[in-house]
T-cell receptor
Framework: KQEVTQIPAALSVPEGENLVLNCSFT??????LQWFRQDPGKGLTSLLL?????REQTSGRLNASLDKSSGRSTLYIAASQPGDSATYLC?????????????FGQGTTLQVKP | GAGVSQSPSNKVTEKGKDVELRCDPI?????LYWYRQSLGQGLEFLIY????????KSGLPSDRFSAERTGGSVSTLTIQRTQQEDSAVYLC????????????FGSGTQLSVL
């Protein structure tokens, strides 16, 4: 059974720091991996999607890497800002066929202090 | 519409009553998903619709839960004889066929069963 784990569960950093969020998964047979952002009381916003054949994706100050063989992904946030404060969720596309069904981690709640 | 729309945004009901939650996916998206987000449980997959194929109901927690999708667009999630443990945020997502496979989520329906 695929399980997704995110470490740490919570993180507080001062503004301007670079930081790394970690995601691990137990079964390397994934179709893709997505990182989402969730603000309190809101839905999920897709940040980055990495296909299983890719090693990383970048968008602005965000960089996500994928190492399927070791079952790990990291989300790197450069020069963090208070507006980055949110819960970050990692999800893997898993199962029979690329159906888009996702298995989520529990999330990392990030607080960036001004 | 521009995004995935869910209604109502909040629903308070009494134990034992039936509730219906609605999802309008992004126009043209053929795949539609329902997820549930509970405190301490993270995001759980409930059901998945793809075009005219039979839905994947493997995530529905009990036979009190059902969903339909009419005309390949709007979907309704119905919970019969609600229980307090059904209290959660119910999130809908849609995805286009082809493309990179990103899921786009609505803002969710916060269901509270008293």
């Amino acid at each position: 059974k695929q399980e997704v784990t995110q470490i740490p569960a919570a993180l507080s950093v001062p503004e301007g720091e670079n930081l790394v969020l970690n995601c691990s998964f137990t079964d390397s047979a994934i179709y893709n991996l997505q990182w989402f952002r969730q603000d309190p009381g809101k839905g999920l916003t897709s940040l980055l999607l990495i296909q299983s054949s890719q090693r990383e994706q970048t968008s602005g100050r965000l960089n996500a890497s994928l190492d399927k063989s070791s079952g790990r992904s990291t989300l790197y946030i450069a020069a963090s800002q208070p507006g980055d404060s949110a819960t970050y969720l990692c999800a893997v596309g898993h199962g029979s066929g690329n159906t888009g069904k996702l298995i989520f981690g529990q999330g990392t709640t990030l607080q960036v202090k001004p | 519409g521009a995004g995935v729309s869910q209604s109502p945004s909040n629903k308070v009901t009494e134990k034992g009553k039936d509730v219906e939650l609605r999802c309008d996916p992004i126009s043209g998206h053929t795949a539609l998903y329902w997820y549930r987000q509970s405190l301490g449980q993270g995001l759980e997959f409930l059901i998945y619709f793809q075009g005219n194929s039979a839905p994947d109901k493997s995530g529905l927690p009990s036979d009190r839960f059902s969903a339909e999708r009419t005309g390949g667009s709007v979907s309704t999630l119905t919970i019969q004889r609600t229980q307090q443990e059904d209290s959660a945020v119910y999130l809908c997502a849609s995805r286009s066929t082809g493309g990179e496979g990103k899921l786009f989520f609505g803002s969710g329906t916060q269901l509270s069963v008293l």
